[in-house]
């Protein structure tokens, strides 16, 4: 409270990187400007936007095109469920099990898809699922605040990683998505990231 009360004399918004999100309600609820977030353990909205829009850069109008989202069902997930919903976008999450993304999240998106003709699905196998996506997207096994939990992660994630045989199966201009920071070699291969689809550079601009 006396954070927001101090800031609010300074500057004309707030755009807080935390961990745990009643941190941010806490900050919106005391502090008169506007509080954004910059991420938190449940959503990155900013990434999302900034990847909506590399994705509109690339693919024109994105109603009705398949993004798949391969790996933890995490924050950066979550946001890309709301966000891909939130513009027509179809959004398939693709995690092993026990690593889907909140269902309170998947609900909200399904919500919001119902107004714009989004698909919001989960699935489990990480080859198949690919097949003919537009884009196809991955993020860290273990994110920030995780990080005790990587070791344990690491045996569970491999069969996910964005390797040269699953951008195979997609379309053959797929784009090729990560926020950064990569751990190259877990969850996206050099060949990949590197590669002729990857627009990671234009995300990481956005
Ligand atoms: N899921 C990652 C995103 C980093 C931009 C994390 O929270 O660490």
């Not at 800031?7 to 919106?28: G, K, M, N, Q, T």
């Not at 109603?63 to 959004?91: F, I, M, T």
Request: proline letters at 5%; a negative charge.
């Amino acid at each position: 409270r006396d954070v927001a009360h101090t800031l609010e004399r300074y500057v004309e918004a707030i755009v807080a990187r935390v961990f745990d999100d009643s941190l941010l309600e806490d900050l919106a609820a005391a502090a008169s400007i506007p509080v954004i977030n910059a991420l938190s353990d449940t959503e990155h909205p900013c990434e999302a936007l900034a990847d909506v829009m590399a994705l509109g850069e690339h693919l024109g109008d994105l109603r009705g095109r398949q993004l798949v989202y391969l790996g933890d069902g995490n924050n950066v997930a979550a946001s890309l469920l709301l966000a891909g919903a939130s513009v027509g976008l179809h959004v398939r999450v693709i995690s092993p099990a026990g690593y889907e993304p909140d269902p309170g999240v998947v609900d909200r998106a399904r919500v919001i898809a119902r107004g714009t003709g989004s698909r919001i699905e989960l699935a489990a196998d990480p080859v198949v699922g690919v097949v003919g996506a537009d884009a196809v997207y991955t993020d860290v096994w273990a994110s920030m605040g995780q990080e005790a939990e990587a070791d344990e992660r690491a045996l569970v994630f491999p069969a996910y990683a964005l390797d040269a045989e699953k951008v195979a199966v997609a379309k053959p201009d797929v784009t090729v998505m990560h926020c950064l920071p990569a751990h190259r070699g877990q969850e996206i291969a050099d060949e990949v990231i590197d590669g002729p689809h990857s627009v990671v550079w234009d995300q990481a601009e956005n």
